[in-house]
């Protein structure tokens, strides 16, 4: 069990350059933003697409929805070493650039090779931002503020999956109650509207890559990279200069000892180990917890539930809505009350919603009481998994190796992103709704035993102090 002193609380000052820090994480988290409409966009679009490419085997199905995963893994694998030689600055310029030209490829794709093909580089894109993003902001932000200039990130992840649902929504002609595969294919929406729906994302694509160009590196990176005098300046545009002086200390002295090279060996050293294995299994449970299920699978969902086409892109919208109004709600609590609490609350209410739907599912309630489920599960995620997981393996990480730890830990949540999405059609067609939601329940539940056990207390600490207690108290107990 890793053990931190919850009361000690870092002694760095408050009084910072608010809406410098506030403007700088916005434009670093238009990263996130693109992550969730790109990850979100395809759900809407699957009754239209799957018609256009003649998709009727689940495993092509489950391909075609679940490709863009293998990009993203390539993109958190190759995060963490470029990272930690370029810059977050760089790395997040190129995935701007992949968003953009890969939201154009998809949308002009003439057969399903290429669709994959570009589903895959638009993956890459989201594997660098979801990594780096939450990074550059860790390093940026005050502690005081951290986890919720961090959560801008999950908030700007939302609004990009409120602004795809949205966007299928109002782009799709409404579709005819008991229109038969054919009438769909033929429709405008078979032939040119699903296009539109992945060909929009290069507008925010490019407000995303012309405002990284107006950010700062980040100075932990400029620090460890031998030029003190820039990490120096941007700090004290942050917090003022004796902010800088103490914060430069703290930076200097976590990494004084250390070689400017990062292996990813020196992941397994000793007091790093435990470390590591907390980021991995925070980010698979993230994703192992089901909830993308729902939104990359909504359509099946609410098919079951009883909803036709129209309803259930009207629905899907409203669980947009759910999950920003919520994400709010973590905004204001993940600095006031801790990342624990709200990891506990959201993995046990998760297991206790997924319960009951898999009982309605059993019992074949449709309507209503499951749009409700649906909505009750979204905003207890949102509220607690979805933003703290990527505030606590943003900032458990030593500074000389956070972006190869980092990358290992996205590239795991990518991993179990892929085997959740891949094999819902399969275990949806073998065991049926009820079982599966069932499944997720039981995961949800040993995800709150783990973290009850084994989750320390980071609120209101510099990433320095993180590092001392965390790094520092496992090689004490090894």
Known sequence: MIVTDPTKTSGLSTDYNRSYIWTISFVAALGGLLFGY?????????????????LTDPNWQGWAMSCALVGCLIGALLSGGL?????????????????????IGTGCAGNFSIFVFWRIVGGVAIGLASNLSPMYIAEVAPAQARGKLVAINQLTIVIGILLAQFINWLIADKVPSGATPQEILQS??????WRWMFGVTAVPSLLFFTGMWLVPESPRWLAKNGKPAKAREILAKIGGEQYATQALGEINATVASEIRKVNFGDLLAPGMIKVLLLGIVLAVFQQWCGINVIFNYATIIFHNAGYDISDTLKNIAWTGSVNMAFTFVALGLVDRRGRRPLMLFGSMGLAVIYTVMGFCFQNQVKGLPMLLLVLAAIGCYAMSLAPVVWVVISEIFPNRIRGAAMSVCVASLWVACFLL??????????????????????????GFVFILMFLPETKGKTLEQIEKELVGGAKAEG
């Open 188 to 193: 405008w929406n078979g032939q040119t509207g």
């Open 38 to 54: 790109d990850w979100v966009v395809i759900g809407g679009a699957e009754s239209f697409y799957e018609k256009f490419f003649n």
């Open 83 to 103: 990272s930690d030689k370029a810059g977050r600055k760089r790395l997040l310029l190129l995935s701007a650039f992949l968003f953009a030209v890969s939201s």
């Open 421 to 446: 999405t891949f094999t819902f059609p399969k275990l949806n067609h073998a065991l049926g709704a009820a079982k599966t939601f069932w499944i997720y329940a039981g995961i949800c539940a040993a």
